[in-house]
């Protein structure tokens, strides 16, 4: 049958559209699209038997369908594939196949991946440690708004590592970082209100970002709280 279709039942019966919620019936269509190479019911069905909903929980089965959902490049499953060897769930632990599945996720243009490539450069785990591609990943998933890869950029402007120092262009993307509620990053922009160190010395901001920080949980010392 038509793979779309069979997809759309999965679909409806999963949630009760316009018939009753049934589970067992849910699968059995999942099953179907993804046996005719549907990608999107071979990543649905991987995250069933990976969670074990509805269905005997089996990571071996899930990263097959991974793996055949990664095989026409559906991005997350990329992604889940590099988590699976990463982490050694239902495969061998390897990290040398996790950043295969990691680049190949961060090529599609994928944030969560291109932040973790940029990290594990950084810090030279499964790859020589190298802060030129460190700094182009954390740069494509920041322009993607992802939080984790701004903050880590500002650190590569902060730090001057791999690119040259920029107080202001770590300013920048400590700013973007911390609207989206990142502690660390709050903390690092207080910390440069504080000092006037890449943008006008500012207390009352640096008062603002120090309170957030601690708000999530960050450490702050009581001297930069009051």
């Not at 849910?26 to 509805?54: H, V």
């Not at 961060?106 to 450069?121: C, F, T």
């Amino acid at each position: 049958g038509d793979i779309q279709a069979q997809r759309n039942l999965a679909i409806m019966y999963a949630n009760g559209l316009g018939t009753e919620k049934n589970n067992s019936l849910a699968i059995e269509w999942l099953r179907n699209a993804a046996k005719n190479g549907d990608t999107e019911a071979q990543y649905k069905l991987a995250s069933i038997y990976f969670a074990g909903r509805g269905i005997d929980k089996n990571e071996y089965k899930a990263r097959e369908l991974l793996e055949l959902a990664a095989e026409q490049n559906h991005t997350e499953a990329l992604f889940k594939l590099a988590q699976m060897y990463e982490k050694g769930i239902g495969v061998s632990k390897d990290n040398y196949k996790a950043i295969y599945w990691f680049e190949k996720a961060a090529q599609q243009g994928y944030a969560k991946a291109q932040s973790e490539l940029g990290l594990r450069y950084t810090t030279g785990n499964g790859v020589t440690r190298r802060y030129i591609p460190a700094y182009k990943w954390f740069l494509k998933a920041a322009k993607q708004n992802h939080a984790e890869a701004q903050f880590n950029l500002g650190m590569l402007y902060k730090k001057g590592i791999g690119i040259e120092q920029d107080c202001h262009q770590a300013y920048k993307w400590f700013l973007k970082a911390a609207e989206q509620n990142h502690a660390e990053a709050q903390f690092n922009l207080a910390r440069m209100y504080e000092r006037g160190v890449g943008v006008e010395r500012n207390r009352a901001e640096a008062y603002k970002w120090f309170f957030n920080a601690d708000q999530l949980g960050f450490p702050v010392s009581k001297k930069d709280k009051n």
